[in-house]
């Protein structure tokens, strides 16, 4: 099975300060097809999950543009540019190149 | 308006049975793969099986392969989850997902399953 290894497991940060959370696959997301299958999702307190970004860096629809993917490799990182209030909640990653599918430890984010 | 709805979870003794059912609407559902993912409450995620288009290929995580049946009916707009053999460990919040990781991820907001005696 891949594992996905997230980091940190919490945060703490100042509403308007960038945050960032880095996952790390233990092999290539990448699909023969070129695709990587990579996602990123936060569910929120008495919410279902949904997701940020897919297919490795592209912002979902709805999902605010301070929020943004990338990858290095099988590094992969979300970043919020400013935290807002709205984004407290636990951030999965997860992916789906190969079952099953494998979620992070996930990373809880809480307000200052 | 997209549109998953779970039903069918409960309070269930070990070694019991449940169907779940997730009723799809406000797209052409016939036309997704569809997942079932679940969750302890307070935990992480964890992957339980999937179905295509048409329900000829199906695949699932290996604590529940042989207990668990996925199956969707296109006409009725419905996925299903056949739980049988219940076992403690099952107990979780159980989400209906639309393409997941593909890019069209949607999730059903869960219904809870819980197996105790």
């Known amino acids: 099975d891949i594992v996905m290894t997230q980091s940190p497991l919490s945060l703490s940060v100042t509403p308007g300060e960038p945050a960032s959370i880095s996952c790390r696959s233990t092999q290539s997301l990448q699909h023969s097809n070129g695709k990587i299958f990579f996602s990123w999702y936060l569910l929120k307190p008495g919410q279902s999950p949904q997701v940020l970004i897919y297919l490795g860096s592209n912002r979902a629809s709805g999902v605010p543009d301070r929020f943004s993917g990338s990858r290095s490799g099988t590094d992969f990182t979300l970043k919020i540019s400013r935290v807002e209030a709205e984004d407290v909640g636990v951030y999965y990653c997860m992916q789906g190149l190969q079952t099953p599918y494998t979620f992070g430890q996930g990373t809880k984010l809480e307000i200052k | 308006e997209v549109q998953l709805v779970e039903s069918g979870g409960g309070l269930v003794q070990p070694g019991g049975s449940l169907r779940l059912s997730c009723a799809a609407s406000?797209?052409?559902?016939?036309?997704?793969?569809m997942h079932w993912v679940r969750q302890v409450p307070g935990r992480g995620l964890v992957w339980v099986a999937r179905?295509?288009?048409?329900?000829?290929?199906?695949t699932y995580a290996d604590s529940v392969r042989g207990r668990f049946t996925i199956s969707r009916d296109n006409a009725r707009n419905t996925l299903y989850l056949q739980m049988n053999s219940l076992r403690a460990d099952d107990t979780s919040v159980y989400y209906c997902?639309?393409?997941?990781?593909?890019?069209?991820?949607?999730w059903g907001q869960g219904t809870l399953v819980t197996v105790s005696s």
């Open positions: 406000g797209y052409t559902f016939s036309t997704y793969w």
């Open positions: 997902i639309r393409d997941l990781a593909g890019g069209q991820d949607f």
């Open positions: 179905i295509n288009e048409d329900g000829s290929t199906t």
